[in-house]
């Protein structure tokens, strides 16, 4: 068995790492061409050899122009998504969203950071070329969800350990039971000065929820009930950031379950230099349109599904 795996070895080395043809391998393993072939298919098979296919991300520079024209933001990126699943675009978005963070932080400066599969996938596509001595802090509290992918405070800690920076946790649930409860914990002095800490931060990056049955569900798990969610919906709630729930318009509705989220607050976005938002997917549209109609947002970055349909309803 153990001369097999050295064969499959040697064979793959030969082909993948020295670039010999089949049939040189054969000349010099002693064998033919066809057991040559057969031994590089076991060795992707026994996962000896792995094969990742990495297809370049473009943007579409036209829509970027539309986008920013047409809503007066700082920013935009917009990715060519080409067909793709949402979980390759999720990529993507965070390959386009690592990029321009890397570009723009810097040194003393404070980053507020969200929670959410966009933010993960921009940290785990980070790749720094230098250390950057700033600050991270939770700008909302924990969704409980068990996930430490799209937690807020591994996110925090996984963003400042990536660009050796320190980091600032904010130890609260995202949502409380009370309003009650809500007010005393944010009087609490470590949340208070937390939650200071990011309203007066340099820059967010934040992505935006949108209220569809899929999405909204999965993050509000455990918070509110599907017949709350149609509630929100019926009171013309059609996305949230910073875990608080907008209209189509922007503004931000007076809802009671607003009222229990412990974080900055969507309306603190406004006095913040430098908004970065990633939002992905055609569905989302709707929720990225009201949010940038309301003014939150500096830096957009987005795929060209999205963006299309955002430029649809404007």
């Known amino acids: 068995m153990k001369r097999q795996e050295d064969l499959i070895i040697e064979a793959a080395r030969l082909y993948y790492e020295h670039n010999l043809t089949q049939t040189q391998i054969g000349r010099k393993l002693n064998t033919s061409r ?3 072939s057969r031994l590089l298919q076991q060795a992707r098979d026994t996962g000896i050899v792995q094969i990742k296919i990495e297809y370049p991300w473009r943007r579409n520079t036209e829509l970027e122009h ?6 007066r933001v700082r920013e935009v990126r917009v990715l060519e998504s080409l067909g793709r699943s949402s979980e390759s675009i999720f990529d993507g978005l965070g390959k386009l969203a690592a990029e321009y963070l890397d570009s723009f932080v810097r040194n003393d400066m404070v980053l507020g950071v969200s929670y959410g599969r966009s933010i993960a996938a921009t940290i785990r596509n980070l790749q720094p070329a230098r250390p950057v001595r700033m600050e991270t802090v939770q700008i909302l509290g924990a969704l409980g969800s068990g996930n430490p992918l799209i937690e807020g405070p591994d996110l925090v ?3 400042a350990s990536k660009y050796g920076a320190s980091y600032r946790y904010l130890h609260t649930p995202m949502i409380v039971e009370s309003e009650q409860t809500c007010e005393l914990l944010m009087n609490e002095p470590y949340v208070k000065d937390t939650l200071e800490v990011g309203r007066n931060a340099d820059a967010v990056i934040l992505g ?9 569900g999965m993050i509000w ?3 509110v009930a599907k017949k709350d969610l149609s509630f929100l919906q019926s009171r013309g709630a059609i996305g949230h950031m910073c875990a608080q729930h907008f209209d189509a318009n922007g503004n931000v509705l007076d809802l009671e379950l607003n ?3 412990i974080s900055i607050g969507i309306e603190a976005l406004h006095n913040i230099e ?3 938002a990633i939002a992905g997917t055609k569905e989302k549209a709707l929720a990225i349109h009201g949010a940038l109609k309301g003014r939150y947002i500096d830096v957009l970055i987005v795929d060209d599904g999205a963006a299309r349909e955002v430029l649809k309803l404007a």
């Open 34 to 36: 066809s057991t040559v």
């Open 208 to 216: 935006i929820g949108a209220h569809y049955a899929k999405e909204s």
């Open 221 to 223: 798990t455990g918070y």
């Open 157 to 159: 800690r996984e963003m």
């Open 259 to 261: 009222r229990r989220v």
């Open 66 to 71: 539309t986008l920013m024209s047409r809503y």
């Open 274 to 276: 430098t908004v970065i």
